[in-house]
């Protein structure tokens, strides 16, 4: 009888815990849109040394959406270096392509 309640007692040491990381861990969440502050960090990272603290430098917020998207994703060749490099390739999507355009139009107008 001892024998029987040492195993119980073992299996459920080890079951339990088990079961609540399955139960807690739960399934991985969708890639969510980039938030602002994640638009604001790769800006800092990637944009501000060439477009500047406040975006004041050869970016035209006047411009279509889609045609400033294409210019991050793409690149684009100015009238001297340095050149708006590609960033596509660097795991810039769609998306946080258009999350920068927001954020570097935000700082244009004053916005943080």
């Known amino acids: 009888m001892n024998v029987k309640i040492v195993k119980f007692v073992l299996v459920a040491i080890i079951s339990i815990p088990m079961m609540l990381v399955s139960v807690f861990n739960g399934q991985p ?3 969510s849109p980039v938030a602002n502050d994640d638009a604001a960090a790769i800006f800092k990272a990637k944009c501000a040394m060439c477009h500047g603290p406040t975006a004041a430098k050869a970016f035209d917020p006047a411009l279509p959406e889609a045609e400033l998207v294409n210019a991050i994703l793409k690149g684009k060749k100015g009238e ?3 050149y708006m490099p590609e ?16 954020h570097m139009k935000s700082l244009r107008a004053g916005g943080n």
């Open 87 to 102: 960033y596509e390739s660097k795991g810039i999507t769609e998306e946080t392509a258009k999350a920068l355009v927001a």
């Open 29 to 31: 969440t969708a890639a």
């Open 80 to 82: 001297k270096p340095p």
